[in-house]
């Protein structure tokens, strides 16, 4: 079974808007921690946002925020304002406690900002 | 401070090659990491390493081993290259529990 889904393979976006890339996951681990990544098309993975488990509040980070809900298993990335310079992959990942912190990851989000 | 270094950005292989694909990190981070991409895809894990002189298989080992003599490097062996490692490859380094830093990858091509 997937334990990182990511079911937009690609987006288009207007400048300006808001985006919202999902993220569904399964564990049964009680402690884990969910990552995004950025790969714009020079290839580098740029971190983006970190959300443990146990945190009680939304990550933030910027204009990048994680929609955390722990009961339905998702962890959708929020990105206010886009701009030109955020068209690029996104990835989303997560790590398990007992996994001897492997990360795993999701297929990605190809997302494209118009201008 | 340069953070995450891989050596050569590129390279192109001729089937039964073999090389030896460079890591070096100066963070001090204990953990490191092999992943490998291939296109239109999300990471594979190859290789892992704790610390030095520790190291583990990850999903995708087969073909691939891994050194780990000292904290800052951790070269990846590639060992009689077939045309399903043609690949991007990516090390990458941790401070425990946290996000890892990411070279900037090898593009291998193996024909």
């Known amino acids: 079974a997937q334990k990182i889904t990511q079911t937009q393979p690609g987006m288009f976006v207007q400048e300006k808007e808001a985006v919202t890339l999902d993220c569904t996951y399964d564990t049964s681990d009680p402690s884990y921690g969910l990552f995004w990544y950025k790969q714009p098309s020079s290839g580098e993975m740029i971190f983006l946002i970190y959300q443990g488990s146990y945190d009680q509040q939304n990550a933030t980070e910027g204009r990048y925020s994680l929609n955390f809900q722990k009961a339905r298993k998702s962890a959708n990335l929020v990105i206010s304002a886009s701009q030109l310079g955020d068209s690029a992959m996104y990835f989303c990942?997560?790590?398990?406690?007992?996994?001897?912190?492997?990360?795993?990851w999701g297929a990605g989000t190809k997302l494209i900002i118009k201008p | 401070n340069a953070g995450v270094t891989q050596t050569p950005k590129f390279r192109i292989l001729k089937i039964g090659q073999s090389m030896t694909l460079q890591c070096t990190q100066d963070m001090n981070h204990n953990y490191m990491y092999w992943y490998r991409q291939d296109p239109g895809m999300g990471l594979k894990l190859i290789y892992y390493s704790v610390g030095a002189g520790i190291t583990d298989k990850g999903e995708v080992p087969n073909g691939y081993n891994v050194s780990r003599s000292t904290t800052e490097d951790f070269p990846l062996r590639l060992e009689l290259a077939a045309p399903s490692q043609t690949s991007v490859y990516f090390c990458a380094s941790e401070s425990r529990g946290r996000e890892q830093y990411f070279g900037p990858g090898t593009r291998l091509t193996v024909t």
């Open positions: 990942a997560m790590r398990e406690t007992d996994s001897n912190y492997q990360l795993i």
